[in-house]
């Protein structure tokens, strides 16, 4: 999207010539610029770890005291295109611990069954608050009878109300994405008793 490469544009004028070791004030600084881009600032925090890494000559792991410990596995996302490509890259992932298919409108759920032929690991769905409570409380059922361990925002941000009808009624836990950006919305969530973007 333009506006992330923009955003990164001004990232880069923030780094720029410094050093990793003072990470937390850059990116303090380039949350600043890039104010609701936090696509553009999760990049810019991940090379910089990276580089932090590099320079210490330490993995990430050692470096974050996290050596020997078992690690949460981590999910892919598999985007929106044609159903063969989709279907063609879930094979090639097909080691990966975890798949997450992004849906967009309610045609593309016939999708997830050709997915799961190809992929035999775990299975989240991110549907980008593309839906009403309706489909999405229908899509629920029958993502579940696929295997599928949870939905992520399956309504629009902004209602709480909704996302907590398609929770009641879903056999999976619904996960809330665009809805949780703070603690202030964390809270929130919890009171309409749904998840939020702290994965399994």
Same mark, same amino acid.
């Given at each position: ?33 890039a ?14 770890? !990276?580089l932090?890494? &590099? =320079? $210490? ?8 005291? #996290?050596?020997?410990?078992?690690? /949460? %596995? ?16 879930a ?42 409570? !309706?489909?999405?409380? &229908? =899509? $629920? ?8 361990? #949870?939905?992520?925002?399956?309504? /629009? %941000? ?8 398609v ?34």
């Amino acid at each position: 999207e333009d506006s992330v490469r923009d955003a990164l544009a001004e990232c880069a004028l923030v780094v720029r010539g410094s050093t990793p070791f003072c990470l937390e004030a850059l990116l303090d600084e380039c949350e600043a610029v890039a104010a609701g881009q936090p696509t553009a600032v999760a990049a810019v925090d991940m090379a910089l770890h !990276d580089l932090l890494g &590099r =320079a $210490a000559g330490l993995s990430l792991t050692r470096l974050w005291g #996290l050596e020997g410990r078992l690690l /949460p %596995p981590t999910a892919i996302s598999l985007g929106i295109m044609d159903e063969a490509a989709r279907v063609r890259r879930a094979r090639e992932l097909s080691d990966w611990p975890i798949l997450k298919l992004k849906l967009g409108s309610w045609d593309e759920l016939g999708v997830v069954a050709s997915i799961r032929r190809a992929f035999g690991g775990r299975l989240w769905v991110d549907c980008n608050g593309s839906w009403d409570v !309706d489909r999405a409380s &229908r =899509a $629920a059922i029958e993502l579940a009878g696929h295997g599928v361990e #949870l939905i992520e925002q399956p309504v /629009p %941000p902004g209602q709480l109300d909704a996302l907590a009808a398609v929770q009641r009624c879903s056999p999976i836990p619904v996960v809330a994405d665009e809805d949780c950006m703070g603690v202030a919305d964390v809270l929130r969530l919890h009171e309409c008793l749904c998840f939020w973007a702290a994965y399994p």
